[in-house]
Structure formats: C-alpha cells, structure tokens
C-alpha cells in the first residue's frame, strides 16, 4: 500500500522523521520515492536569468540584492533570442524544464512584463514545462502567465516563518504565501521550497516544512538548496552544509510530501557523485544542469551527464503525472 497523503503534518512528527536513525529515513525515503515514481528518472531542469541584479530586497543570501557587495551588476532584461538559443541548446541534453528568474521584487505591468510573456509563450512552444521566477504578483498578472502558457511558478519561502525576518526584512513570510495563493488561483503549480545553511536551527528547517506540507495542495516541487556563501553577501562566512543534513531534509521532505518533485537545487558544486547519490537516494528526483544557476557555479555539464551515465539514471519526460495514492 502507498504512503497516505496527508495535509495534517504536526511538527513534532516532522521532527520524529527528520531526527529518525539515517540509515532508517534513507529506507524509508527511497521507498516512498518508488511508489510514486520512478527510481532511476530524475528530471533535468535548466535556469536562465532574464534579468540579473539591482533587486531590492535585501535577502542575505542573495548576490543579486542591491544592498550586498558582491560581483553581480544590474543587467537590462534579455533578448528573447538569447533565452531561446539557451533553451533549445539545454533540449538537447534532456532537459524538460526551462526555469527563468527575473531580480524583481514584484511584477509590473510594464513592456518588460509583455516580454516576459512571450518568452514563456515561446518557450513553452518547444515542448517543456516552463516555470519563472519574478517575485510578488497579483491576480491579473498570474492569469497572464496562465494563458501565456506558464506550467510552474517558483516562489520560495526560504527558511522557517520564526526565522524569516532574520534572514529577509524587505517583505513578510505571508507576502510569499499570498503569492502562493495567487498563483494557485490561477491554475499554475507551484514550486517553493527553501535554503538550508543560513544559520537556521533544525527546529527551523521543520518548520519550513511543516508550513508547505500542511497546505491544502502540497506544492507540485520543492527545492531543497543548500547555502552558497556569495563574497560581498551577509552571509558569506557561512560554512558549508554537512551532506548529512541535505539527505535528511530530502527525505524528510520525500516522506511527507509524496507525490512532491523534490529538487535538489543550489549548492551541488563540488559535490561528489557518491553524495548526490545518496540525495537521489533519499527521494531526490531532479536537478539543474547548466554552468551557473542564476550568478552562482553550477556543476560542468559533462559532470553531470557523466554521473546520469555512472548512476544509470534518465531524464523524465516533461508533464509526466505522479502516480495518484490508492489509499482511503
């Protein structure tokens, strides 16, 4: 019998799962992952910035914020023929999902906006899911993306509500569920996870999931992230996160949120394949390929496809649906 999806997650059992003996939550994980998918598929998605730097949000992890001193300089929205030529090149190395991250606090309805749209519309004329990233957005702007042909929208609540304003003071925890709410509304997925890394308690990595696996529709992905300590940023002190604790946040998030894609995202470079394999695992199903995710390193292309080739593991196809529960 398939695991129960459930919605009425309380934190103190999160915690049982996530705090579990590692060899027992790697079990456990793996073998929730094979009743929902596929075990040796893993979806291979590609990040492209259609406008970098000048944001003004001052997240402390973020290279992109105009209030950090880092190598990122604000950039004018890009060409769609370059977002174009970067996304039929990713096709070509099985990539079924094209990601585009504006440094936007919020949508403006603008003619960058307009442009935008079309890039979603192109680019979801080639076949992939397609999901963006461009902060706040209300209703109308939502139903735009829609129509436009949008698939997915990634709005990440980053950490747990008690440590929010820790790491974020330039807009609230709710403002990021309101924007989840909205596009919900509108008919796209969502994808929303967090950041590990940060300085954040074990407590406070419970709580992050504890608010995404208790809404009323678990989001379609989540993206587990691990810090990447940016120069010039607040946090660029931060050590880097002991693989221990991303293969029990990628289990726990596997167990609670089943039928979840749980993408391992930030922070893979310099990682071994033997620990991206034990993430894959733990209930891991996809990840980024690409030179940089956005401004930060990004495992080399032949690595990757190097280690698909060493851990026999393909590229799912796009839009393919989750086994549904058969439980009562």
Not at 263 to 269: I, K, T, Y
Request: proline residues 5%.
């Amino acid at each position: 019998m398939k695991e129960e999806i459930r919605h009425n997650w309380t934190k103190d059992e999160i915690r049982t799962i996530h705090d579990s003996p590692l060899m027992e939550l790697i079990l456990k994980a793996g073998t929730v992952k094979s009743q929902y998918h596929d075990t040796n598929e893993v979806q291979l998605c590609h990040l492209i910035s259609v406008k970098t730097g000048g944001c003004p949000e001052d997240c402390k992890y973020c290279p992109q914020s105009a209030s950090s001193q880092t190598f990122v300089k604000a950039e004018p929205l890009v060409e769609l023929k370059r977002v174009m030529d970067d996304a039929q090149s990713a096709l070509e190395y099985g990539v079924t999902r094209i990601c585009m991250g504006a440094a936007w606090r919020s949508v403006r309805d603008s003619p960058q906006f307009d442009r935008v749209l079309e890039m979603v519309k192109e680019v979801s004329s080639l076949g992939v899911e397609v999901c963006t990233c461009l902060g706040m957005l209300n209703e109308g702007q939502a139903k735009r993306l829609a129509e436009a042909g949008l698939y997915a929208y990634n709005h990440n609540v980053d950490t747990s509500p008690e440590y929010y304003s820790q790491i974020i003071t330039t807009r609230t925890f709710q403002d990021r569920l309101d924007t989840l709410d909205t596009v919900e509304k509108a008919g796209i997925s969502v994808c929303c996870g967090g950041i590990i890394g940060m300085g954040e308690s074990i407590e406070d990595r419970v709580s992050m999931l504890h608010v995404l696996a208790t809404r009323e529709k678990h989001p379609e992905s989540v993206p587990i992230n691990m810090l990447i300590s940016v120069s010039g940023t607040p946090l660029q002190s931060r050590p880097p996160v002991p693989i221990w604790d991303v293969v029990r946040m990628i289990a726990t998030t596997r167990i609670i949120m089943p039928q979840t894609m749980v993408r391992l995202s930030a922070g893979r470079e310099g990682r071994s394949e033997a620990e991206q394999a034990l993430c894959f695992l733990a209930g891991a199903n996809s990840i980024f390929i690409g030179d940089k995710l956005l401004t930060t390193p990004n495992p080399d292309l032949n690595f990757d496809m190097q280690m698909m080739e060493t851990l026999n593991l393909t590229a799912r196809p796009a839009y393919k649906e989750v086994s549904a529960c058969s439980c009562s």
